[in-house]
């Protein structure tokens, strides 16, 4: 069917291709509306909704120690992210990251308290590297269930991620506990073992460095490289990516592989650079925040490095809301899902609104 | 070897294999509506915690078990309702908006039961369905534990069981749903309702997913928890394909789940030897054996998961 397009359904294909789907102008919206619901119920609590961003804001932006906090927070946000946003360009709806994020943080605190004693300088990149292997083989296992059985990976993704939760809990309760705790979690981290500390007084580490040098490499991996390239063909369409000689099957599993090893970096600098040892809580879901984040993000590193530094701002000004005015910190979850459904509604309205234009400003091509 | 059929242990084996699979039964039975209809609904999992939330309040506040019930099918229909409204009118991608509805149930359960609750208060509880006495037909071996040691909700659930399969596979219902899931376009021709058949059809969905939900809350524990369906919306999907999305396959489908999670609760209780969350992991691995062995979408609709067409669909 050819369509001569109308003056009208130019401008605003025009519209949708650069400013909605391109441009955060569409995330921008999300957002806003997403707030404002926010704020009614805010409202409807009795609560002063500018009031409430206030004092949200004030803890996370309004002093060294919250912008701190909001950058540590932002880090797992943004290195799992990141991983999911690879992932879904490469058209894999790889939900795994939390699981990923246990598996990567039980291995760094395993390679920490087995290697204690030898250089930091070597045991420390040891300890990343583990968790990103084990990280890329935890999110390999549904690679291959869905390129050797064809099984769905939203669904494996999830049950890996309870298999994973489980298993970390045993691994803590059981052979990685740290002697004589009463508590499951494994040995302390020797203190050269940490990520370093980069402002004093506060707890920001060194794994925000992490973050600003994994969003660079993978924004110019994805958009300057044939690699970048390939993933993004499969994930357009992959029956012409393999026309075109592309190995389907080993572009899908790099994208499974990408998203386990971020994700498993993200353990590895949450255990290493947080807790200092690896716990049973050590991700209030995280992974499922990122999907967000990369989804907020438009699943390009620099946009998943934006939305995940916003969403830490949210989530680490929360708790002091809900202490100083007796708002759920839970709302924050509310506002971060409506974001997604905002986002996608728009873009799904622009859409069928420029088929409508199109469909009155040409009827002689119908049919 | 009559001995085990009579057993306590392996008689309340069999008992809580039923009991335990009706939340992912009725699940997945409202996927089955969802599926066959082309609309693939990941949003299971937020509409059971949705029903599985609005079930306890209710009940909660009104003391009735009836209105919990009755509130959990509403919530449920409503969040079906959203979902088509994604999913059908808006032609949004299914998945994402499924997992998007997901996270905003999670969120909005746990925001709106600490605002019913305050933190440190005392867990709140309601006092859920009881089994019904069948006097001397709850003591035959194997039947007995089977058939006639469950609460009402559970007979209701069976009951749905078969309206379903006479909805979905012997009336004509089920051949515009079927002919809506294959071919919106040509239904279409036909004079079928597309639209309309979508969204009545995720919103029975939501219905019977916001009941098995609520199953957890009001008839097997009488309380809430965040997150308290676990997954349970997730592995209804694994369960539709391995049920071929038949009412009937589902339930041999969900019996195998609910077995494989009294089999867990039980051996919780004896000196196995085998950790604790080797136990507790057992429905989700089982879940990941089934979708590699079962996989294939063969039988799946042929629109499922397809935006509709922009013309010609009424």
Known sequence: MTVRTAPGADALAFLRERLVAQNALSGLVALALAFGVGALLILSMGVNPIEACAVLFQASLGSTNGLAETAIRTVPLALAGIGIALSFRAGVFNVGAEGQIFIGGIATAFVGVQLAGAPSAIVLPAMAAAAMLAGAFWSSIAGVLKLRFGADELITTIMLNYVAIHFVSYLLHGPLQAPGSPLAQTERLARELRLPILVPTTRLHAGILLVILVTVAAQVWLWLSVGGFRLRSVGHNPRAARSAGINVTGVTLLAFVLCGALSGLAGFSEVAGVHRRMIENLSPGFGYTAIIVALLGRTSPLGVLMAATLFAALQIGSSTMESALGVPGALIAMIQALVVLFLIGQGALFTAIGHLLRRRTAPETQR | ?314
């Open chain 2, 1 to 314: 070897m009559m001995s085990i059929l009579t057993d306590p242990v392996f008689a309340g084996f069999l008992s809580a294999s039923v009991r335990l699979s009706m939340p992912i039964l009725l699940a997945a039975l409202g996927g089955v509506f969802a599926e066959r209809s082309g609309v693939l609904n990941v949003g299971l999992e937020g509409m059971m915690l949705a029903g599985c939330f609005a079930g306890f309040m209710l009940t909660f506040l009104s003391g009735q078990l009836s209105v919990g019930l009755a509130a959990a099918m509403v919530v449920g229909g409503l969040v079906g309702l959203l979902l088509g409204c994604f999913a059908i009118t808006l032609r949004a991608n299914q998945v994402v908006v499924g997992i998007a509805i997901n996270l905003l149930v999670a969120g909005t359960t746990a925001f709106l039961f600490r605002l019913a609750f305050r933190a440190g208060a005392e867990t709140p509880r309601i006092t859920p369905f009881k089994p019904l006495d069948f006097g001397p037909l709850a003591d035959i071996p194997v039947l007995g534990p089977l058939l006639f040691s469950h609460d009402i909700l559970t007979y209701a659930a069976l009951g749905l069981v078969l309206l379903s399969w006479v909805v979905l596979c012997r009336s004509t219902i089920g051949l515009t749903v079927s002919a809506v899931g294959e071919h919106p376009v040509a239904a279409t021709t036909l004079g079928l309702y597309v639209i309309r058949t979508r969204y009545l059809a995720v919103m029975a969905s939501g219905v019977l997913a916001g009941l098995g939900g609520a199953f957890l809350s009001i008839s097997a524990t009488g309380l809430f928890l965040d997150n308290m369906t676990a997954g349970r919306g997730y592995i209804a999907l694994a369960i539709l394909i391995l049920g071929r999305r038949h009412p009937v396959g589902i339930v041999a489908a969900s019996l195998l789940f609910g077995a494989a999670e009294a089999l867990q609760l039980r051996a919780q209780l004896m000196p196995t030897g085998v950790p604790l969350q080797a136990l507790i992991v057992l429905p989700y691995a089982l879940t990941l054996v089934v979708l590699a062995g079962f996989a294939s979408r063969s039988g799946a609709p042929a629109s499922l998961g397809q935006p509709l067409p922009r013309t010609g669909i009424r």
